[in-house]
């Protein structure tokens, strides 16, 4: 694998996380004039800042996503089926039963109720929305068909806007946790619907003026660093708030590390196993893994922030995922070009 093949800021993004989060908690117990001026801005429960930061996230992911593939859906549609049934059928179902059972069982002397519920709805938020953007990444290192991986997010990014709401609403019911609907349908329009469109309709337009080529090459590389700098701005903000949550728990971190890891390599294993089993060609099967076991963290660090606060653990469990995700991704992209003899070419 070349060192090439990942940016800088993504090889090393847990570091950044980690740091993030210090500079966060140092800033909420020695500086808390600073959140507590930012917590003013807020409309709906939504913090206006956090709000923009995280648009800054999303909306550069969506105008990456070519839904004009989806015309080729219809080319080999195994390896489409394998993502949308591990996405929605599966993945969903599986984060609430792995957290469910560590927070509330494994866990119980050492998590209170309110709290195993507040990170058992994180998780939820988490296993509900699968990746968008990172995957391109995880699939270039696993040298995936570029194009079919194009399809299998773009279906994805769609199916989100039908599945995301009733799914995560079903499971926080089941986990005994208020659903409030407006706020919930306010969020996912913020940031999937307005970002989705938007980016769908700035994409057609540069393309259409400049050509596909100054799009891919010149445009879109100027929003990588604001991307990742809105994620880091963003961790800081919500840490500022959090400082005291973490000051009191710091085991909590692990704690909910630990089901966000066993989850990710489930999913994935599930998933890439059964890609061989269909006989799927590696570099199909490899990308709906690694879909399928990566989460849109922005997404889920953003409806959190909406339903329950930005200083609520909910938001917090979401951010350890941030956490876990690049290294866990990682390691799971060296196993799969370490396999890739078991599958067909």
């Known amino acids: ?48 800042p956090i709000a923009i930061l995280i648009w800054l996230m999303i909306y550069p992911m969506m105008m990456k996503v070519d839904f004009t593939s989806l015309l080729h859906v219809g080319k080999n549609p195994t390896g489409l ?36 519920k507040d990170y058992l709805a994180g998780a939820i938020l988490l296993g509900a929305a699968p990746c968008t953007a990172m995957v391109f990444v995880w699939s270039h290192l696993t040298k995936g068909n570029p194009a079919y991986t194009v399809v299998q997010v773009a279906s994805n990014d769609l199916i989100i806007l039908i599945a995301f709401t009733p799914i995560v609403a079903l499971l926080l019911g089941i986990g005994g946790i208020s659903i ?56 800081i903000l919500i840490f500022s708030f959090q400082g005291h949550i973490i000051l009191q728990n710091p085991l909590h971190i692990l704690l909910i590390a630990i ?43 953003a409806v959190a922030i909406s339903l329950f606060g930005v200083s609520s653990p909910v938001a917090m469990a979401t951010i350890v995922g941030v956490l876990v995700e690049v290294p866990v991704m990682l390691t799971l992209v060296r196993f799969a070009n370490k396999t890739k003899h078991w599958f067909k070419t």
């Open 259 to 301: 089901p966000l890891t066993i989850q990710t390599f489930f999913i994935f294993s599930l998933t890439y196993f059964a890609g061989r089993k269909l006989k799927l060609c590696h570099n199909i099967a490899a990308p709906a893994g690694m879909i399928g076991a990566s989460n849109f963290f922005e997404l889920s660090v």
């Open 180 to 235: 409030p609907w407006n706020t919930l349908l306010l969020s996912v329009f913020l940031f999937v619907v307005i970002p989705l469109f938007g980016g769908m309709i700035t994409r057609n337009i540069l393309i259409h003026k400049r050509g596909e080529s100054y799009f891919n090459t010149v445009f879109i590389p100027k929003f990588n660093h604001i991307t990742i700098v809105g994620l880091l701005l963003t961790l």
């Open 1 to 48: 694998m070349n060192k090439s093949d990942i940016s800088f800021f993504e090889k090393y993004l847990s570091i950044w996380v980690m740091l993030c989060m210090a500079t966060g908690v140092l800033i909420g117990q020695f500086l808390p004039q600073i959140p507590n001026f930012l917590s003013r801005f807020e409309y709906a429960n939504v913090s206006i």
């Open 81 to 116: 089926y394998l993502t949308w049934v591990s996405n929605w059928l599966i993945k969903p179902f599986t984060m609430f039963g792995i957290a469910y059972l560590f927070f509330h069982i494994v866990f119980r002397s050492l998590i209170s109720p309110d709290l195993a």
